[in-house]
T-cell receptor
Framework: ETGVTQTPRHLVMGMTNKKSLKCEQHLGHNAMYWYKQSAKKPLELMFV???????ENNSVPSRFSPECPNSSHLFLHLHTLQPEDSALYLC????????????FGPGTRLLVL | GNSVTQMEGPVTLSEEAFLTINCTYTATGYPSLFWYVQYPGEGLQLLLK?????DKGSNKGFEATYRKETTSFHLEKGSVQVSDSAVYFC??????????FGSGTQLTVLP
C-alpha cells in the first residue's frame, strides 16, 4: 500500500452505535490530521497529531474521540452521533519541520441515521 | 487570521477551453500555497504548490504563480479536458503550520 489509506470507505450508523474510522499512512510522516467535509461548507480541521501528541482540537464535540497509537495510524472513534455529523471524513499526513505538504486519504463517507 | 477566497462556482467550460480559477489569500508572514483537486467520490489530491513569492507550481498542464504583491495564486490551464471535471481547492499553510482552505470551485467540462 502507498500513500494514505482509510477504512471503511463508507459507513452507515445509527445514533446509538459506536464505530471507529481508521487511517494509515505509508509515507514516513510524523503528523496526522482529521478533517470533516460537509456539503456546501469549507473543510473543517478537527484534530492534529504531531509526533503522536494531540496539538489541536478545534472545539470538536466529545462524541468524536481521536486516537493516535503511533506515527502511522490514526483512529476516530464515534459514539452517539447526530444526523448533522453525516459527512466525508478525511485523514491527512505530513512531515512536520520538513516539506509539510499534507497528503490526503480517500475519505470515509459517513451517514448517521 | 488566515483566509482564502476562491471564485464562486460552478464553472462550466467546453473541452479545450482556457481555464482560470481565481484565488486570493490573507495571511501574515510567508505562507506556502497549494491547489488540491477532488474528483467525484474521492479525497483531495495535491495538484501543485508554491512555497515562495514568484514560484510557479505546475502539474498535468495546470499552473499557478505565487504573487505576493497581489496576494493571489490563480489556477490556469490552457486546454481543459472532460477528465478535469472536479472540485478545486486553493489552500495556504501559514505560520501556525495548519492548512486554511478556500470553499472550493466546481468545474464541469463538457465534450
Amino acid at each position: 500500500e502507498t500513500g494514505v489509506t482509510q477504512t471503511p470507505r463508507h459507513l452507515v450508523m445509527g445514533m446509538t452505535n459506536k464505530k471507529s474510522l481508521k487511517c494509515e499512512q505509508h509515507l514516513g510522516h510524523n503528523a496526522m490530521y482529521w478533517y470533516k467535509q460537509s456539503a456546501k461548507k469549507p473543510l473543517e480541521l478537527m484534530f492534529v497529531y504531531s509526533l503522536e501528541e494531540r496539538v489541536e482540537n478545534n472545539s470538536v464535540p466529545s462524541r468524536f474521540s481521536p486516537e493516535c497509537p503511533n506515527s502511522s495510524h490514526l483512529f476516530l472513534h464515534l459514539h452517539t452521533l447526530q444526523p448533522e455529523d453525516s459527512a466525508l471524513y478525511l485523514c491527512a499526513s505530513s512531515q512536520v519541520q520538513g516539506e509539510e505538504t499534507q497528503y490526503f486519504g480517500p475519505g470515509t463517507r459517513l451517514l448517521v441515521l | 487570521g488566515n483566509s482564502v477566497t476562491q471564485m464562486e462556482g460552478p464553472v462550466t467550460l467546453s473541452e479545450e477551453a482556457f481555464l482560470t480559477i481565481n484565488c486570493t489569500y490573507t495571511a501574515t508572514g510567508y505562507p506556502s500555497l497549494f491547489w488540491y483537486v477532488q474528483y467525484p467520490g474521492e479525497g483531495l489530491q495535491l495538484l501543485l504548490k508554491a512555497t515562495k513569492a514568484d514560484d510557479k507550481g505546475s502539474n498535468k498542464g495546470f499552473e499557478a504563480t505565487y504573487r505576493k504583491e497581489t496576494t493571489s495564486f490563480h489556477l490556469e490551464k490552457g486546454s481543459v479536458q472532460v477528465s478535469d471535471s472536479a472540485v478545486y481547492f486553493c489552500a495556504l499553510l501559514g505560520s501556525a503550520r495548519q492548512l486554511t482552505f478556500g470553499s472550493g470551485t466546481q468545474l464541469t467540462v463538457l465534450p
